[in-house]
């Protein structure tokens, strides 16, 4: 209950049990509905969330701390807190949470007495987190509603009257809820619970005959045993007296310490810190996957391999788009470029003897024609020799 539960790690300790055993008889699907109204009745802390939060943006409405004296200011929201806080707890009789724990006691101490596996410890955990429930109630319902109210937005907080349709639309729902925690018990209370066992039996309960056709095979019924009743009894007031006790006869002053602070000493620091279950959880896990991620995926797998293999490719394909660069510049270009530079440079020397002189002309065709008779000469002597 993370609202209940304000800023102190005490007050976030297990509350619900119901999931713990499954009581074999109508309180088998009653516990959670009690269960729910008793949070949702007692959750008013939203309320009183709602009503600081109006006055100051910066101001942390969860913090009971910050509370106090809020009875006052919003006393339909109070009342309906806690009737819904006593059911949470368990307060014997009148209201619905008592009646869905004592069944899951009952179940749990039946299986105890008929050594059905680790009951044992079952029974005495569930023992365990019914007390704590009661008390961190009574430390809620004292933290917020009794006393003087420690801040300056506790004092100015409220619903705007009422009949402000505010106060109306936040608090009757409220109401709703309150009247459940105290008449949703009587739902299915075991025939052979004494004196009221007579009244709200399921052989008189139309609720009962509702439900039985869902079920395929009737749960068997638990007989009753004083026991466990007792410890429900037993740890429902204990822990109620005890947050009563501390927090209650003589309500906490603003900037007062939280007593438990002093009481549970290196405790208090672990619950506050929640068992160091986050820094447990960034040592064995965010820290490894940090490291995996940064060295073998970044570094290895995608700088070392994948860049690597990348890199490769990329050198392989420049050096060949360099060779073939070289290529086509010395050979592809040198040929299809040397033709052409070739003949336009006979070109240009040939022009230079096409003076427009018969003399020079006379003398060329001379040469040519001494030229050609020597040629004519050295091949018939080359000839004659041959023969």
Not at 109 to 123: I, K, M, Q, R, S
Not at 305 to 311: A, Q, S, T, Y
Request: include cysteine.
């Amino acid at each position: 209950h993370p609202q209940l539960a304000a800023a102190h790690p005490v007050a976030e300790l297990p509350a619900s049990t119901e999931s713990a055993v499954v009581a074999h008889d109508d309180h088998a699907s009653h516990g959670y509905d009690a269960h729910g109204h008793d949070d949702h009745a007692a959750d008013t802390n939203g309320h009183s969330e709602h009503d600081d939060h109006s006055a100051h943006g910066h101001f942390d409405p969860q913090d009971m701390m910050n509370m106090g004296g809020l009875r006052r200011t919003i006393p339909v929201t109070a009342l309906t807190f806690i009737i819904g806080g006593l059911s949470l707890a368990g307060f014997p009789l009148i209201t619905a949470g008592f009646w869905s724990k004592d069944e899951i006691l009952a179940e749990s101490y039946h299986g105890l007495t008929e050594g059905f596996g680790p009951h044992a410890f079952v029974f005495v955990m569930l023992c365990l987190a019914a007390f704590l429930t009661a008390f961190y109630t009574a430390r809620q319902l004292c933290l917020t509603f009794l006393g003087e109210p420690r801040t300056e937005e506790a004092k100015h907080s409220g619903l705007g009257g009422p009949s402000s349709i505010v106060s109306i639309t936040m608090q009757l729902p409220l109401v709703v809820l309150a009247l459940f925690a105290l008449i949703a018990g009587f739902v299915g209370v075991p025939s052979d619970f004494p004196l009221f066992g007579a009244i709200f039996s399921p052989e008189h309960n139309p609720f009962h005959y509702f439900l039985s056709p869902t079920l395929l095979v009737e749960p068997p019924t638990i007989a009753f045993n004083i026991i466990p009743v007792l410890f429900s009894f037993g740890v429902a007031l204990g822990g109620l007296a005890l947050g009563y006790a501390m927090y209650g006869r003589k309500p906490l002053e603003a900037g007062e310490p939280d007593p438990l602070i002093a009481i549970l000493g290196p405790l208090h620091t672990t619950l506050k810190n929640k068992w160091y279950i986050d820094e447990l959880y960034q040592v064995v896990f965010i820290q490894p996957a940090q490291w995996f991620s940064r060295v073998v995926v970044s570094e290895f797998i995608d700088r070392g391999v994948i860049d690597g293999i990348l890199h490769l490719i990329a050198r392989t394909f420049t050096f060949i788009g360099d060779f073939l660069k070289v290529f086509n510049l010395w050979l592809i270009d040198g040929v299809s470029d040397g033709i052409p530079m070739s003949i336009g440079n006979f070109g240009r020397w040939f022009r230079r003897i096409q003076t427009g002189r018969v003399q020079q002309y006379i003398l060329l065709a001379l040469i040519a024609a001494l030229l050609i008779g020597l040629i004519f000469v050295v091949s018939a002597g080359f000839i004659q020799a041959a023969g």
